[in-house]
């Protein structure tokens, strides 16, 4: 598929196609701390210099979304290590009058590589539709971004039976706007439910979720895109629980927030998902 100017948009120049990895050969686990509105600057470079020493050959990729004005210092102190920068929102557009907003040029100016779409906190707090969030998800590919897709139910919406009537809707609204096969994007299940709450989905939930999720993906984007598709579960992930659901075939790795706060609980998070599935 062409963007327009005359190379394949999907995955964005420069990057693998595939991402290779002991799970299946081909989806190398991700884990990904999601600061949400937390830390300044002293208390994110030690977190960064934490990290960077703790850190063993991970088997996994490892991304850190800090707030927008911890980038430039984040970029820096991550420098050279195994961790990748993102930004936890995006406005759909390049640039312009909108106060407040952040646009995909300039997350990769701070060198972000990465960036988060629809997490159900900026849903709700800032009453993100689906709609938007596809606008996000396609904006952040055409400016070279690689989408974290954040999809997941609230709790009335399980109880009255609705769980994968929400998945389906929130993950094809989130597709929509792609141009080529998702095999960079991410998708990160996370229960509103679950968020925050110390509620961890089971294992079996999570696979089912997960799996689900990669029908539907195969169902839009083609079977070799669903397989290659990174699909995240968060939602109180501590290095407790990390195991079990890591041993999931469908889960590829976390979007961690509380527990990514504490370098060691990350690291003990990441050395979890050293394992082949
Ligand atoms: P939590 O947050 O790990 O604190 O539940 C996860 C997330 O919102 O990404």
Known sequence: MSNGSGGPAWPPRGEPAATAGPRGGERRPLVAA?????????????????????????????????????????????????????????????????????????????????VLCGHS????????????VGRKVAAAERHGLLPVLCVGERRE?????????????????GLTGLTGRPARL??????????????????????????????ILGESAGAAAAQ???????????PENAAALFAQPEVDGFLVGGASLDPGKFLAIIAGCGRAG
């Open 34 to 114: 999601n600061w949400k509105m937390h830390l300044v600057r002293r208390e994110a470079l030690a977190w960064c210099r934490a990290v960077r020493e703790g850190l063993q050959s991970p088997a996994a990729e490892l991304v850190v979304f800090p707030s927008f004005p911890l980038l430039p210092a984040v970029a820096e102190a991550i420098a050279g290590s195994r961790l990748s920068l993102g930004g936890q929102d995006l406005h759909p557009e390049a640039k312009g009058a909108h106060t407040g907003d952040v646009s995909g040029p300039q997350l990769r100016d701070s060198g972000c590589a990465w």
């Open 121 to 132: 906190e900026r849903r709700r707090d800032h009453g993100e539709s689906d709609e938007l």
């Open 157 to 173: 919406e399980r109880q009255a039976g609705r769980t994968f009537e929400v998945l389906e809707r929130q993950l094809r609204a």
């Open 228 to 238: 290659g598709t990174r699909i995240l579960y968060g939602g109180s992930v501590t």
């Open 186 to 215: 991410a998708v990160a299940y996370e229960p509103v439910w679950a968020i925050g709450t110390g509620d961890t989905a089971t294992p079996a939930t999570a696979q089912e979720a997960h799996a689900f999720l990669r029908r």
